[in-house]
């Protein structure tokens, strides 16, 4: 079967980056006890309440094809929840519902690219960044956030990568996977600049808002000039712990946001009903359900925190946001690849290598703060311990 | 904000085709009584079976992220379906859940085509199909299928597109939507020697494969040669009444598979653990089931074809399968878009112009038998009088 080049080029060749897990999983398989820190998903189930919501749905009839821009009472949600959080007056018209972040994320560079166009994305970056970019025949262009900047983006490097390249969009991510990091309005107000120096899309993925522990969530759509030049990307998989339903958002100008409607009519022919009412209903829920999807995270940073205080081995990357620790571990004279793997193989426990997120989280590891909080110090005492005895 | 060309060339300009569609809703929420005859959704709701079968996953706690390529079990089942149907061993590598048909179709057509690849496609269409194509940067190119031929495309036909276009792929949808025509096994082998000759990908649309009136249904991927040229999409809308649940899948070699995996993790992270669950419950009903889902097309065609017998100014096209009845309206000297206007105008009655779905359904009218029984009858019966008294 004669492929086409895209399809085969998505992957850029090379690892996926997932060894280390695929390889627990295999130990655990093969009847190992391995304690996992390494999946973005939270250890609790979708809420009952939000269930029930979706099956009184289905059984009401939202069983037929949905309006393909979403529900309108869902678009409506979302628009005054980015009213709310951002300032940014936003209409339905803004918002279209997608089949998960990810689909928005496809949809957002697909608006963006043709064949053949550059796109900067941050490294370190989540794994799906640079294929999304290739899935529509852009070319992606990694810019490096240096670990002893906090992981931060600097105005100096995004404008060389920018200027170098003829970008046509630019891909953040605050709170960010897999660092942790929060982009503070100094970062955002440097990377707005950029943007509009070179005419950039900025495609902010904010599907972590919610779950900020230092710091405040400023979205970059809310700054100066950015509101016509932004898509927003969001979810409400890591916000209401419903990973699996696929709802998500895209939000940015309403004449875009036509655009996007005719690509979405032809990827996925809109999103169930019924997940839709379910989303409509969490949203409901309010800020205080929120808080409590995001406070184990936010407790067990604590803890990690505080079993790490005074490690030279091992330091914690200020962990400001999102579900994820990063570890800088380049004081054991490891890579994150061989300090993750000898790790598992001596400690058994599983944790990512920050080179599977990029070359800028080398000697680093990532830590998914995903199983409940007595296992979670225990592994994190554990780390700590491994870490001193090597260095 | 600079877009893409790839994403504001999408419909290609012009009218979308549901412009009388659109009238008639607005008719209607003016308080008019329309009969609708437009809509290619079942007139009754998906199963409650079904639905708890969904919720029953979904409290067990298939709310998490599903893998991508789909649940090993729907996989299976689709295997196993598509091993039974067509005679073609099929094994679960061979298969990819995706978020409805629509999505099989779009990732389908990312796997043939580069930005700037031709596809072929047959005229009269589906909505969708044109906009799908140019979503990837295709380029796309009908090729008539005469209604004087029953809207069946020829090899002459093709051969001579695919000569001059040097297209990489040709989609092809039997039982046919707009048309109702089955393609027998002499169009399709007319279709697979086309392919073979010019190297093509053939794209075959089989979401109707269970709703066959006359004739059998024949897949293109049995014939000789065409399983490692062939990308099957199928889907749990049409033949299990879930339109709603957008479940389908993508079937093709399994090397193929593994690219269009790639696609499937940047386009929706996979789908719905719950809703696959529900569609894996609607596959074990079994051939009953989807019979009785049928059941009611079928009736109905007999209805109309009854209804239309002996008429002159108003002929049924052969309505071989699917949901719908494409009646030759020529004899009126009326195009398709001024009988449907007038029709809706003077009798009430929402049919879709032939015109909506390409220039090779110009002078007819495409009914979609999603009414109860009465009702319907007593609307052919209205058309068959008011055609009677243009002619």
Sequence with gaps: M???????????????????????RKMIAEGHHITELTIGEHDIKTDTRILEAMHAAALGGATGYAMVPGIEDLRQAVATRLTTRTGVITTPDNVLITAGGQAALFAAFRAALDAGDTALYINPYYATYPGTIRSVGGVPLAVTAEADNGFLPTFEALDVAAAGSGAKALLINSPNNPTGAVYDRETLEAIAAVAIKHDLIVISDEVYDTQVWEGEHISIRALEGMAERTLVVGSMSKSHAMTGSRVGWLVGPEAAMGHVLNLLTNTNYGVAGFTQRAALFALGLGEDFEAEIGAPFQRRRALAQKALEGQNAIRLSKPSGAMYLMLDIRATGLSGDDFADKLLMERAIAVMPGESFGSAAAGHVRIAMTIPDAPFEAAIKEIAAFGAALA
Aim: no cysteine.
């Design 2 to 24: 004669r492929l086409s080049n895209t399809i085969t080029t998505i992957t850029g060749g090379g690892s996926d980056g997932w060894d280390l897990f695929v390889k627990a």
